[in-house]
């Protein structure tokens, strides 16, 4: 076979279809913790008019997941390098199944909005380990993991919003229970398909990631990224109020931009950096993200223009994610999965809190403000990166191989 074939996962033994039945357990069990990413975003107004909520108070649905899942992140590895991979899949199942059960019950937006925080736990368990056991027991190398893993990452970014629309559309309660049960069926096909662990890993220290913060490398993108989150939450979190459409409607729009992040994700930023020095693709990218949504203000009340506005948006966060998280991933000596803890719990901070900040500012000025404000923080994150060139200047020079790009992808899209 050709590296091509491999590469591409076609023909032969190394096919991505020839895998064992634990890595298509965990496969699945990938795309809909995925699809939690964007499952909310179309039920959003609905829970607002059923709940008799504010914005601003459904909008903590994603500041108490991001919270919590950043925090957690910090942490993540030091569990799963005490208890292995296989125990800390299963309480992140788990945790999710119980807690999105819990949200599907709730009689109020604060109830939903806690319920919603423990969803985020169970996600940061889960996530943290999917990458590092799909390629660990996949045939074929590293190259059919890999297809596989972004393969279930992109299913789960397009789906999400669309399987939110359509139970959405029945009530606001079914994506939870959608989620519920799903991962309920992924929690008992790994718990049967997946061999418990006949070697013990190598434990990590739990301030391994806060040392990592005081490499100045890392420190430079992770507050990038966290100015660069305010941007890319406010145009996800905030945009369906806006919009103005059903429950089918903002799930297809936003599964439109959803597959736009999977396609540049996995197919468009490896080119570009191929070609161009990493940081010159950082700061262009955000850049072109500040005039999208200066022009997603601008066209606020014009719906077809503020869809495209998302979709185009879609397709820059994609590239951003995987560059940014890539670059985090080269930036330093230390272990991948401590950078990545450490560069996503900073980072989280900027997603969990603009949601509501963006519905205080529309409420306080006009619904085109929060864009204006999400383009600024863009803005400032290419500034950051130009400014604190000499610090990551390295980047521009490291050889990532095929594992790193994987764990760039997925560390990108954790929400």
């Known amino acids: 076979m050709t590296a091509t074939a491999e590469r591409t996962g076609t023909g032969g033994k190394n096919s991505i279809l020839h895998q064992p039945k634990a890595v298509w357990a965990v496969a699945f069990a990938c795309v809909i913790a995925f699809m939690g990413i964007g499952l909310v975003d179309p039920i959003l107004p609905a829970i607002a008019d059923s709940l008799d909520a504010t914005q601003t108070q459904t909008s903590l649905l994603f500041t108490s997941y991001l919270l919590i899942t950043g925090f957690a992140m910090l942490f993540t590895s030091w569990i799963s390098t005490r208890i292995g991979a296989r125990r800390t899949l299963l309480i992140g199942l788990a945790l999710i199944v119980v807690f999105a059960l819990l949200a599907g019950l709730s009689g109020n937006v604060e109830s939903v909005i806690g319920f919603r925080a423990g ?176 022009g997603a203000g601008l066209l606020v009340e014009n719906t077809a223009g503020l869809i495209t506005c998302v979709v185009v948006g879609g397709a820059l966060l994609g590239v951003m994610n995987t560059v940014l998280t890539e670059s985090v991933m080269s930036a330093t000596d230390l272990p991948r999965p401590v950078a990545s803890s450490a560069y996503s719990a900073v980072r989280f901070l900027g997603g969990a809190v603009a949601p509501p900040v963006a519905s205080l500012i529309a409420a306080a000025f006009t619904a085109a403000t929060p864009f204006y404000v999400a383009a600024g923080s863009v803005v400032v994150a290419s500034l950051i990166i130009v400014f604190g060139h000499r610090a990551i200047a390295h980047i521009d020079h490291e050889d990532e191989g095929e594992l790193a790009e994987a764990e760039a992808i997925t560390a990108g899209e954790q929400l």
Do not use: C, H, Q
């Open 119 to 294: 969803w985020g736990l169970g996600n940061a368990l889960f996530i943290s380990t999917a990458l590092a056991t799909i390629v660990g027991a996949a045939s074929g190398g590293a190259s059919s993991a890999i297809i596989l893993y972004e393969a279930a990452l992109g299913l789960g970014i397009a789906i999400g919003p669309l399987l939110g629309g359509i139970l959405g559309s029945i009530s606001w309660r079914g994506p939870f229970f959608g989620t519920s049960v799903l991962m309920a069926i992924g929690f008992i096909a790994i718990f049967t398909l997946m061999k418990k662990p006949t070697e013990k890993p190598v434990p990590t220290p739990l301030s391994a990631p806060f040392k990592a913060l005081t490499r100045p490398a890392l420190a430079i993108l992770a507050v990038a990224a966290l100015f660069y989150n305010i941007g890319f939450f406010i145009l996800l979190a905030y945009t369906p109020f806006p919009l103005g459409l059903n429950e089918i409607g903002l799930g297809l729009t936003f599964f439109g931009w959803g597959l736009a992040v999977a396609i540049t994700s996995v197919w468009v930023a490896p080119l570009l950096t191929r070609r161009i020095p990493r940081t010159r693709v950082l700061w262009t990218v955000l850049i072109l993200l500040g005039a999208d949504l200066v």
